[in-house]
Nanobody, 118 residues
Framework: QVQLGESGGGLVQPGGSLRLACVAS????????MGWYRQAPGKQRELVAA??????????DSVKGRFTISRDNTKNTVYLVYLQMNSLKPEDTAIYYC?????????WGQGTQVTVSS
């Protein structure tokens, strides 16, 4: 099994920045990709950004040029994934979830709230 824990959410003004972090532990050797998803009230969960073990990335059109996903998979016991969010907009307000994609199944974190408001 893989355990995921997110941190870094909070309240920020429009135009501000936040950095989210996700720590994956457990059977991290199974992981071949990690992603950030978000779900706003009344909306479906959507992909924000994803990254493979090889470093290939994929972004939602709505965050391209503003968000950057990165990872550190060099440690033996944990797999770290970050989401740097700049130029935040009110429409970025959502619960942000970390997801691991593995050879046997996917796992989700509990989520961290991001609120962009003045």
């Amino acid at each position: 099994q893989v355990q995921l824990g997110e941190s870094g959410g909070g309240l920020v003004q429009p135009g501000g920045s936040l950095r989210l972090a996700c720590v994956a532990s457990g059977s991290i050797f199974e992981i071949y990709a990690m992603g950030w998803y978000r779900q706003a009230p009344g909306k479906q969960r959507e992909l924000v950004a994803a990254i493979t073990n090889g470093g290939s990335t994929n972004y939602a059109d709505s965050v391209k040029g503003r968000f950057t996903i990165s990872r550190d998979n060099t440690k033996n016991t944990v797999y770290l994934v970050y989401l740097q969010m700049n130029s935040l907009k009110p429409e970025d307000t959502a619960i942000y979830y970390c997801k691991s994609t593995g050879s046997t199944r996917d796992y989700w974190g509990q989520g961290t709230q991001v609120t962009v408001s003045s």
